[in-house]
């Protein structure tokens, strides 16, 4: 839903995009910074109990990630192995921020709703799978009401709250993620079903005229 805002939010990162490119780093090496980044501020925060400074690290680092693409675009350093890269950092980064709500509530004897963060962590990978394996086998799979940019948004805005001691908003949210990924897992298995099945019609060959 939120990939309608992707031509505005190119034209707001190409600047910033210029004045980094500038500095000499790539956007291989950008991407790697925030995966990384990411990935500390989850395991190192969240199971503390830390959401909202966690939520603080992720996303400074998750706003720094954006970046590679308009390094990318600015410099014409765009390659597959990049896109590549990018794709499979970002489901990296995702496992993490799950991983570290799952561990946190454990230890905050929140054991049910670890349970609610693990399973949004396996729908998220299974949406992503979904969309990939679809691409990879000649189907369009651009569907869904809950997208990358949209999970991380309602997970981080949560725990953030949760941090500063806001009641029920991060039980909420994971139980509204939950729901969103399970529709979306469904909304792309309904759209590869339909073409497989368009593909499967033999096509009519016209009679021979007499």
Avoid: H
């Amino acid at each position: 839903m939120l990939n309608k805002l992707r031509p505005a939010l190119g034209r707001v990162l190409t600047p910033i995009g210029r004045a980094v490119a500038r500095t000499g780093v790539s956007p291989n090496t950008i991407t790697v910074i925030g995966t990384v980044g990411v990935v500390a501020g989850a395991l190192g925060l969240f199971p503390q109990g830390e959401f909202f400074w966690g939520t603080v690290v992720i996303t400074a680092f998750v706003l720094f990630d954006m970046l590679d693409g308009a390094v990318a675009r600015v410099t014409g350093k765009i390659s597959r192995w990049g896109a590549f890269l990018d794709s499979t950092m970002d489901r990296v980064a995702d496992a993490a921020i799950f991983a570290g709500l799952t561990v946190g509530l454990i230890d905050d004897d929140q054991r049910p709703l670890s349970f609610v963060a693990l399973y949004c962590l396996v729908a998220g990978v299974v949406v992503s799978y979904a969309k990939a394996r679809a691409e990879g086998l000649g189907y369009t799979c651009d569907v869904g009401i809950a997208e990358r940019s949209e999970r991380l948004i309602i997970a981080l805005v949560a725990a953030g709250l949760d941090g500063l001691g806001v009641p029920y908003v991060l039980a909420a949210a994971l139980w509204v993620l939950a729901a969103l990924s399970t529709v979306t897992v469904g909304q792309r298995f309904a759209v590869v079903r339909r073409q497989a099945l368009a593909e499967a019609k033999p096509s009519r060959v016209p009679e021979p005229r007499p």
